[in-house]
């Protein structure tokens, strides 16, 4: 039985994994020269109930990841403002060690190959086109393209490309695959009837920064530095994916986390106004290279699903990440991912699908994206464990909690421990 | 296999140099969805620039259209009659902008209005002295009005487009393989730009040639230089390729390890020699000439356009596809 995964970031690792643990034979399609797309520039994990969510997944038996994730980290248990508890993995080290352990895994990667196009027989997929025009089928079909980019939608709905980490310019564009096999994207919004959301932090090269910076990024992974007073602008925070980040805080300072590089926590700034801080003065962008002018535009590429990741309207196609709803952050991904990956072989054995119980924060999250999306209020909004509404939610509904014991407790009693780890086939 | 048909809408570079053309500006770019009515990227033709960017850039215009040139005929001859062939002088950049396999132009006498505009492929282009060769069959007033041109006398060219052959990419791709090249009549001109890109990339050329309706080859000196072997056949009749050529085809592809077969005819023999090879190997790469009847070459007239079967709309001059997507399921009344 072969699963073919088309996008090889966070999701679409993720559901490499449980798509191969259950049994199948899994080939992964990526369109860059490396995995993780944008997980290269983030590095944000367990901040907030990401850290339960996280357990979760361990205790689900997906923690492949997570622990990859823990283990390349370079801060544990750091707080800034608004964030408790995150841990800081190295973007320069996580990406070989993802793909050292897929492939450990046996699971086909194929790299600078983009798909282009689906070949459909009623509501089934039957294979993909690569953009060199081969044809390949499978079985069960996974889309983890995300909703980023490509430069038109930066262009229409940003400030054009700033050229982020995608390379969209140099490996071509991301393709929807539900689109094309006949599905309408739903969108997000930024603010009513303005469509899609720029990412929300850039990442500056640290050589660039000052000693000073610099020795206090390594001792403790956070900087907080004072905005000018003229300089504030509240008004962008409005353009943020990331609405977790979308602080007062955040307008009034520069946030500085230390993730290999500096991630700055703002969507773009323009250099000659960063350089105005003290300890920027020499600053440099290195994802978006043109950070300065603008960042990647994501959320113009939903597709509908149902709470088990498959795409509603076709029978063999599956979607997690950004690709399945609103989320924001890498947990988000790894987890929808995970469940798109188990669920694509039950689906190809006829089995009932997987859907993960609302009394889980990612079971929760799953379905309440869902809901969300399909009112107007909701595409405004964005999911995540690490802030805004939906860590609210998780607060009041007594989700979120750093009990790991509690947490295995409440899975095992789900009779649910280590169901991504089953082989079905 | 009959899968690819699918796959067709693979569009080319060499497009790209002229884009965003005027089908930009009233949302009818063939390559690029924002350009083209809708307001998010579905990007499946993708070639190494973003259209889109291009046209923002400059400042939400088309690029300005293809120019006309005086060029001066240097050379005219005729053969058997009914076919000129002029050697033009043209400037260095002209010359290396059609130096590309599929190449066309369209001339015209310079005294005449741009209803007279005819497209005539490349048959050949000489980098060193910076001439074009172009054959002409004289068929209607357009090309019988080019007739009374002298040598010494100029001409007026519309320049450069690049959209003469369907599966160019077939032919771009293919390297240190075999090749089979059909021809008939009018159709060897065209013949000569494949044929020494082909040869140029280490492949071994067959030539099936069809001189009728004329007696004789104009391209004797090219097929010397550049075919392997040459095979004088009829290849049709009353649309029906002949026993003879089918088992020469036959003969040659299950005795050779062939990769491609082009073919420069009417669209009859276009057709049928692609079903031909189809039904002998599915792994051969085709590509033809495009035949289509054009009046400007940018997209605009759409004299060039046909809906087949599919109900899809194919602006000839500027699409470049698999030739099964355009010969497929045409429409016959």
Redesign the interface.
């Known amino acids: 039985m072969k699963v073919i995964v088309i996008g090889g970031g966070w999701s679409g690792c993720s559901a490499a994994i449980t798509a191969k643990k259950a049994g199948a034979t899994v080939v992964l399609y990526e369109k860059t020269d490396m995995l993780l797309g944008l997980g290269n520039v983030g590095g944000i994990m367990r901040n907030n109930g990401r850290y339960t969510a996280s357990e979760e997944m361990i205790a689900l038996g997906a923690g492949d990841l997570i622990h990859l994730t823990d283990e390349n980290s370079r801060h544990k248990n750091i707080d800034f403002p608004g964030h408790k508890h995150a841990w800081l993995y190295d973007v320069n080290k996580i990406e070989p060690a993802v793909e050292k352990y897929l492939k450990a895994m046996d699971i086909e990667i194929n790299m600078i190959t983009r798909v282009v196009d689906v070949e459909k027989e009623d509501n089934r997929i039957k294979g993909i086109y690569l953009s060199d025009g081969k044809y390949v089928e499978a079985d069960v079909f996974i889309e983890t393209t995300g909703s980023t980019g490509p430069m038109g939608n930066c262009l229409k709905y940003g400030n054009g490309c700033s050229m982020c980490i995608l390379r969209c310019p140099a490996f071509g564009p991301r393709v929807s695959i539900s689109y094309r096999a006949g599905i309408e994207d739903l969108k997000g919004e930024r603010q009513e009837d303005v469509y899609g959301a720029i990412s929300g932090s850039c990442k500056l090269a640290k050589d660039s920064l000052s000693d000073d910076v610099v020795k206090q990024l390594d001792a403790t992974g956070v900087v907080v530095l004072k905005v000018p007073e003229e300089d504030v602008n509240l008004e962008k925070l409005k353009l943020k994916v990331c609405q977790q980040y979308a602080l007062k805080e955040f307008a009034e300072n520069i946030i500085l986390l230390d993730t290999g590089h500096a991630k700055l926590m703002t969507s773009y700034y323009p250099l000659e106004k960063l350089r105005k801080i003290k300890g920027l003065e020499y600053a440099k962008y290195i994802d978006p290279y043109a950070g300065g002018k603008g960042n990647s535009i994501r959320y113009l590429s939903v597709a509908p699903r149902t709470d088990s990741m498959k795409v509603v309207g076709l029978d063999n196609l599956f979607c997690a990440g950004e690709k399945a709803g609103l989320f924001v952050g890498h947990t988000e991904a790894i987890i929808t991912g995970a469940l798109a990956g188990h669920n694509a072989i039950r689906n190809y054995l006829g089995m009932p699908l997987l859907m993960l119980p609302r009394s889980l924060a990612v079971g929760d999250i799953i379905a309440y994206a869902n809901e969300k999306i399909h009112s107007k209020e909701g595409r405004t909004n964005r999911y995540t464990f690490a802030g805004a509404e939906y860590f609210n939610r998780m607060q009041e509904l007594g989700l979120y909690t750093l009990d790991i014991d509690k947490i295995k407790g409440k899975v095992e009693k789900l009779n649910l421990t280590d169901i991504f780890s089953e082989k079905l086939i | 296999m009959a ?2 048909v ?2 067709l809408r ?1 569009h080319r570079s060499l497009v790209y140099r002229a884009c965003p053309c005027h089908l930009a500006e009233t949302g009818d770019c063939i390559l ?3 350009l083209g009515g809708k ?6 033709n ?1 070639n ?1 620039v ?1 259209i ?2 291009e046209y ?1 850039s400059n400042n939400y215009k088309a690029k300005e259209s293809r120019k006309y040139y005086y060029c001066k005929v240097v050379e005219k001859n005729k053969f058997e009659d009914n076919i000129i062939i002029f050697t033009l002088e043209a400037s260095d950049k002209l010359v290396s902008e059609l130096v590309q396999a599929g190449s066309y132009v369209f001339v015209r006498r310079p005294d005449t209005d741009t209803r007279f505009d005819t497209p005539i492929s490349i048959m050949d282009t000489d980098t060193r002295n910076n001439t074009i060769t172009i054959a002409i069959e004289l068929k209607g007033t357009k090309t019988k009005a080019l007739d009374v041109l002298k040598q010494g006398e100029e001409l007026l060219v519309k320049a450069p487009f690049w959209n003469g052959i369907l599966g160019l ?1 077939n032919i771009n791709t293919i390297k240190n393989s075999k090749c089979i090249i059909v021809a008939r009549g009018i159709g060897q001109a065209p013949m000569i730009p494949p044929l020494k890109h082909l040869h140029a990339n280490n492949n071994e050329v067959t030539v099936v040639l069809d001189n009728s309706p004329y007696k004789n080859s104009f391209v004797n000196e090219y097929l010397e230089k550049y075919a392997s072997k040459v095979i004088m056949v009829n290849t049709i009749v009353r649309g029906r390729i002949t026993d003879e050529f089918n088992n020469i085809l036959k003969n040659l592809i299950s005795n050779n390890d062939f990769s491609l077969v082009h073919c420069d005819a009417a669209d009859v023999l276009n057709y049928e020699l692609m079903k031909a090879v189809e039904e002998i190997d599915k792994n051969i790469k085709y590509s033809c000439c495009n035949n289509a009847k054009m009046c400007c070459g940018e997209g605009i007239c759409g004299c060039c356009t046909r809906k087949n079967n599919d109900r899809k709309l194919r602006r000839l001059c500027k699409m470049q596809t698999e030739p099964k997507y355009v010969l497929e399921g045409r429409r016959i009344f």
């Open positions: 899968l690819r699918k796959f693979n690029c969805s924002q307001n998010f990227c579905d990007c499946s993708w190494g973003c889109y960017q923002a990419k």
